[in-house]
């Protein structure tokens, strides 16, 4: 078997971008795969290792419940890649702006940074490789330690940052494309946020150690920002939004500021 599919999920619908999924993952010209569909858990990380004690695959590639594939050769791809650059251990795709998407996930994918990016056109090194759809060997992932299962959030700079602590690089590749697609409406996506806030500031409370930085631009970055910083640089953020009018965007961060709020003065002690 050359390659194991893993998707987490947590009811195997997600409005219906589940089905489309499964549906484009049929359509594959690649054939020499499995996908293992973990539903339920509510830990992305143990979801994913859950797959990854299952897979035969020597490759394994992760998809979230929302990734589209638009290219029937995108396992193809990826697979040519890991063959050809052993020292590639993340191999991401590009995720872009899908044209017939409504128009609300058209300007979040647009407005919100790492949201959607200008595909690149050769192998760059980049922290823009992510969980709805990247590649690694599967006896890598389990040697670096796979997903980390106590943080909710915060999963892919962990994982990220593992594989370049071993030495392997983490890439975007070129031609190869997907759209990781927010909720669609405005209510949703802000609901999101104001989690992905909440989740944050738990993690930042109680695994301060595991908090990695995530660039919007592909290339070198500092990995760890002091929390000081990282709270005083956010009002530019928030005003950055308002100047490239970028509503959305701008919206969002304040939902996630309250989700953070709301979790670090009043914590639950579970997010």
């Known amino acids: 078997m050359t390659l194991s599919v893993v998707i987490p999920t947590s009811d195997a619908h997600r409005g219906g971008y589940f089905r489309d999924l499964v549906v484009q993952i049929g359509r594959q010209d690649f054939r020499d795969f499995e996908v293992i569909v973990v539903r339920g858990d509510p830990r992305q ?44 251990g993340m191999a991401g795709g590009n995720n872009v702006v899908p044209g017939e998407a409504p128009a609300l996930v058209r300007w979040a994918m647009r407005q919100i940074p790492r949201r959607s990016w200008e595909p690149v056109r050769e192998i760059t090194d980049s922290d823009l490789a992510e969980h709805p759809c990247v590649m690694m ?10 997903e980390n299962e106590l943080v909710p ?8 940052q593992a594989f370049r602590e071993a030495g392997r690089r983490v890439v975007v590749v070129p031609n190869v494309i997907y759209h990781h697609l ?10 999101q946020f104001f989690r992905n806030g909440r989740q944050a500031a738990f993690v930042n ?6 908090v990695i930085e995530t660039p919007s631009a592909h290339g070198p970055f500092r990995p760890r920002v002091p929390f000081p910083l990282r709270v005083l640089r956010f009002p530019v953020r928030l005003l950055g939004a308002l100047l490239t009018g970028k509503p959305v965007w701008f919206f969002c961060e304040m939902a996630y500021a309250l989700g953070f709020a709301r979790e670090w003065v009043s914590p639950t002690g579970n997010a």
């Open 153 to 160: 959030r915060g999963l892919d700079p962990y994982l990220r």
């Open 45 to 88: 990380g143990r979801a994913i290792n859950v797959g990854a004690e299952l897979a035969r695959g020597k490759y394994l590639l992760t998809l979230d419940d929302d990734t589209a594939l638009p290219d029937p050769a995108t396992f193809r791809k990826l697979v040519g890649i890991m063959e050809s650059y052993p020292d590639i």
């Open 137 to 146: 060997r599967t006896a890598e992932f389990k040697a670096v330690g796979g």
């Open 205 to 210: 409370r109680h695994y301060p150690e595991w």
């Open 182 to 191: 927010p909720p669609d409406s405005l209510g949703g996506l802000l609901r």
